[in-house]
């Protein structure tokens, strides 16, 4: 116990070194954190589960996939047959139809830029990933979302990112819009392969922020109609998309083996052979989908992790020397007075590693307030991730991160610090 108090005491010796050193190992910390978090999600959502299995079902040889929704209720049901009692249904499912619409259709622009999701609204909390682990108020507010949706067709809940664009186009003020976003109206042309598909919208809700930042969800009823409507308007000729508007089929399975005869009927039933359909896991659909990124990721996961724990390292190994380096004849000092070079080698890794502790930990909850709290995620686009949350996790990491490059940075500086002559530091002295 003396020694760690002795430990305390002699951190706090030099507030300013130990100041800075700590500032420079809550940076890093917060470097690390920020890579770990993206990769975190990235092999949470990559992982291949055993139980509650999800699967997309999309369109084999074409990428966007374009599919007939005369497909939907057949693939919703797993392609399971009516005389055949044997086969698999899914637990649940969700039909997606993707729509492209924009805020400002005499100057589009990535910004004004709306992407939706047609769908029936009361499968959004359970099929749409990243929606399980809302607190107790966003699941609750979710749930008020999805009942104005059904009760309105023409109803639409909002991305945060899409909600900030129509805010800045509010005649009624952003903070207004912000604050108080429900029953407000707008609407939306369609834009490249949607064009023609013109909606007039009222919103309903607003997604948490996270996943669903860049995307909307509209009522399928709603955008079907439009299709329907289009050929009397249009010299009786159906819209581009009305025999292709099916973007893909999400459905859950108990667990793997009932993906695997699911994925069977679907993909030899030959009621989807023009065009031919896939079935693959959420997981591997997502991988494939990041292939594009793996260069990156791999970067992000070794060299500059391994740069930024070497550079923590080294930055508390320089200050763990300079402070041996002035205290050498203290060191002399007690070993006259009793200590042994293990008892000083415990010193002066226990100054290092809970200046390291303290500065991880710090530099990690920080982090963790700030980017959840007051930026509402890391916005670092990638595919369809447009912003990533700081785990919970974050705050052992930054204790782990701290902790180990402070022990690995003081290991030389306490070796040295133990191998004190007090015979050569005394006749130096005098």
């Known amino acids: 116990m003396k020694l760690l108090s002795l430990i305390v005491k002699n951190v706090g010796r030099n507030l300013l070194r130990s100041a800075l050193t700590a500032l420079g190992t809550m940076v890093l910390v917060l470097v690390v954190t920020l890579v770990w978090s993206v990769l975190h999600l990235i092999d949470l959502v990559t992982e291949e589960k055993s139980h509650d299995v999800k699967a997309f079902i999309s369109e084999r040889w074409s990428v966007p996939s374009r599919l007939p929704y005369s497909y939907a209720s057949s693939l919703c049901e797993g392609a399971a047959r009516a005389d055949h009692p044997e086969d698999i249904h899914p637990t649940d499912a969700m039909a997606w139809q993707f729509y492209g619409g924009t805020l400002d259709p005499k100057n589009p622009s990535m910004k004004s830029m709306v992407f939706c999701i047609a769908c029936d609204p009361r499968k959004v909390p359970t099929m749409m990933s990243g929606l399980e682990g809302l607190s107790a108020t966003e699941d609750a507010e979710l749930h008020r979302s999805v009942e104005r949706l059904l009760a309105k067709r023409d109803g639409i809940i909002l991305g945060r990112n899409h909600l900030l664009a129509l805010s800045q186009k509010s005649k009624d003020g952003k903070q207004s819009m912000l604050e108080d976003p429900l029953g407000r109206k707008f609407s939306l042309s369609g834009f490249s392969n949607f064009k023609g598909l013109d909606f007039d919208f009222e919103i309903c809700g607003v997604f948490p922020p996270g996943r669903y930042d860049t995307l909307a969800v509209i009522n399928r ?12 308007s249009h010299a009786g000729v159906p819209h581009p998309m009305a025999d292709r508007s099916l973007s893909l089929v999400v459905i859950k399975v108990d667990d793997m083996q009932a993906y695997n005869r699911v994925a069977e009927q679907i993909t030899t039933s030959l009621r989807f052979q023009n065009p031919q359909v896939k079935c693959e ?67 002066v890794i226990g100054e290092s590693v809970l200046l390291g502790l303290l500065a991880g930990f710090t530099g990690a909850g920080l982090t963790y307030m700030t980017i959840n709290w007051g930026f509402h995620g890391l916005s670092f686009p990638m595919g369809f991730f447009p912003v990533f949350m700081i785990p919970i996790n974050a705050l052992w990491w930054g204790v782990a991160v701290g902790t180990g490059a402070a022990l690995a940075g003081s290991l030389v500086p306490a070796l040295s610090a133990s191998r004190v002559k007090p015979a050569e530091v005394f006749s130096k002295v005098a």
Request: proline letters at 5%; charged letters at 20%.
């Open 221 to 232: 009823d709603y955008y079907n109609a439009a299709l329907d409507a289009y050929p009397p």
């Open 281 to 347: 896991t959420e997981s591997s659909g997502v991988g494939s989908f990041l292939d594009a990124y793996r260069d990156l990721l791999w970067i992000m996961r070794v060299p500059l992790t391994l740069a930024c724990l070497g550079t923590l390292a080294l930055v508390l190994a320089n200050a763990i020397s300079i402070s041996v380096r002035e205290r050498r004849t203290e060191m002399a000092v007690l070993k006259v007075l009793g200590f042994r070079p293990g008892q000083i080698m415990f010193l």
